[in-house]
Protein backbone atom coordinates (compact mmCIF):
# COMPACT_ATOMS: atom_id res chain seq x y z
CA UNK A 1 0.00 0.00 0.00
CA UNK A 2 1.55 3.37 -0.90
CA UNK A 3 1.55 6.07 1.38
CA UNK A 4 -0.01 9.27 -0.50
CA UNK A 5 -0.40 12.57 1.62
CA UNK A 6 -3.55 14.51 1.00
CA UNK A 7 -2.66 17.12 -1.66
CA UNK A 8 -3.11 20.99 -0.38
CA UNK A 9 -5.71 23.47 -2.39
CA UNK A 10 -2.70 24.84 -4.57
CA UNK A 11 -2.09 28.77 -3.79
CA UNK A 12 0.01 29.06 -6.99
CA UNK A 13 -0.86 31.59 -9.96
CA UNK A 14 -1.94 29.23 -12.58
CA UNK A 15 -2.95 31.75 -15.80
CA UNK A 16 -0.80 34.40 -17.29
CA UNK A 17 -1.67 37.48 -18.62
CA UNK A 18 0.85 38.89 -21.48
CA UNK A 19 1.15 42.90 -22.80
CA UNK A 20 2.97 44.34 -25.43
CA UNK A 21 4.21 47.83 -24.21
CA UNK A 22 6.23 51.15 -25.29
CA UNK A 23 9.87 50.79 -24.15
CA UNK A 24 8.87 54.34 -21.81
CA UNK A 25 5.74 52.47 -20.76
CA UNK A 26 7.85 49.51 -19.14
CA UNK A 27 10.39 52.19 -17.51
CA UNK A 28 8.11 54.14 -16.30
CA UNK A 29 6.26 50.89 -14.48
CA UNK A 30 9.60 49.22 -13.40
CA UNK A 31 10.62 52.25 -12.17
CA UNK A 32 7.55 52.43 -9.66
CA UNK A 33 8.02 48.89 -9.03
CA UNK A 34 11.15 49.68 -7.99
CA UNK A 35 9.86 52.52 -5.68
CA UNK A 36 7.36 50.29 -3.82
CA UNK A 37 10.24 47.66 -3.78
CA UNK A 38 8.32 45.08 -5.76
CA UNK A 39 8.76 42.98 -8.83
CA UNK A 40 6.89 44.73 -12.37
CA UNK A 41 4.78 41.55 -12.23
CA UNK A 42 3.67 41.82 -8.71
CA UNK A 43 3.53 45.77 -9.06
CA UNK A 44 1.46 45.87 -12.32
CA UNK A 45 -1.03 42.79 -11.03
CA UNK A 46 -1.45 44.89 -7.71
CA UNK A 47 -2.35 47.88 -9.32
CA UNK A 48 -4.26 46.17 -12.47
CA UNK A 49 -6.55 44.57 -9.93
CA UNK A 50 -7.04 47.25 -7.72
CA UNK A 51 -8.48 49.31 -10.82
CA UNK A 52 -10.56 46.30 -12.34
CA UNK A 53 -12.50 46.32 -8.80
CA UNK A 54 -12.95 49.87 -8.51
CA UNK A 55 -14.46 49.79 -12.32
CA UNK A 56 -16.84 46.78 -10.87
CA UNK A 57 -17.69 48.66 -7.85
CA UNK A 58 -18.42 51.29 -10.02
CA UNK A 59 -20.96 49.25 -11.74
CA UNK A 60 -22.95 47.75 -8.60
CA UNK A 61 -26.87 48.51 -8.85
CA UNK A 62 -28.26 50.24 -5.78
CA UNK A 63 -31.56 48.14 -4.89
CA UNK A 64 -34.17 49.69 -2.30
CA UNK A 65 -37.51 49.73 -1.63
CA UNK A 66 -39.96 52.38 -3.21
CA UNK A 67 -40.45 54.54 -0.32
CA UNK A 68 -36.31 54.46 0.66
CA UNK A 69 -35.92 55.46 -2.90
CA UNK A 70 -38.17 58.46 -3.08
CA UNK A 71 -36.47 59.52 0.23
CA UNK A 72 -33.51 59.30 -1.55
CA UNK A 73 -33.83 61.45 -4.39
CA UNK A 74 -35.48 64.25 -2.21
CA UNK A 75 -32.66 64.34 -0.20
CA UNK A 76 -30.47 64.86 -3.71
CA UNK A 77 -32.57 67.41 -5.03
CA UNK A 78 -32.78 69.22 -1.54
CA UNK A 79 -30.21 72.55 -1.40
CA UNK A 80 -27.16 72.01 0.66
CA UNK A 81 -27.29 72.34 4.25
CA UNK A 82 -25.57 75.42 5.71
CA UNK A 83 -22.40 74.52 7.91
CA UNK A 84 -20.38 77.46 8.97
CA UNK A 85 -17.28 75.59 9.99
CA UNK A 86 -17.37 74.38 6.58
CA UNK A 87 -18.07 77.41 5.23
CA UNK A 88 -15.26 79.09 7.27
CA UNK A 89 -12.68 76.40 5.92
CA UNK A 90 -13.15 76.69 2.88
CA UNK A 91 -12.80 80.99 2.37
CA UNK A 92 -9.81 81.32 4.81
CA UNK A 93 -6.49 81.73 3.06
CA UNK A 94 -4.53 78.22 3.03
CA UNK A 95 -1.09 77.73 3.13
CA UNK A 96 -1.88 75.91 -0.15
CA UNK A 97 -2.84 79.55 -1.65
CA UNK A 98 0.24 81.95 -1.79
CA UNK A 99 3.90 81.36 -1.96
CA UNK A 100 6.57 80.31 0.76
CA UNK A 101 6.56 81.58 4.47
CA UNK A 102 3.85 84.35 3.81
CA UNK A 103 1.44 81.99 2.68
CA UNK A 104 1.57 80.07 6.22
CA UNK A 105 0.62 82.81 8.14
Not at 41 to 48: G, I, P, Q, R, T
Not at 56 to 63: E, G, N, R, S
Request: aromatic letters at 4%; hydrophobic letters at 45%; proline letters at 8%.
Amino acid sequence: MRNTKPKAISTLKATKVQLRLRPIQKAILARAAQLRRTSLSNFMLEHAYEAAQQVLADQVDIVMPPAEWDAFCKALDAPPRQIPALKKLLTQPSVFDGQGKAAAR
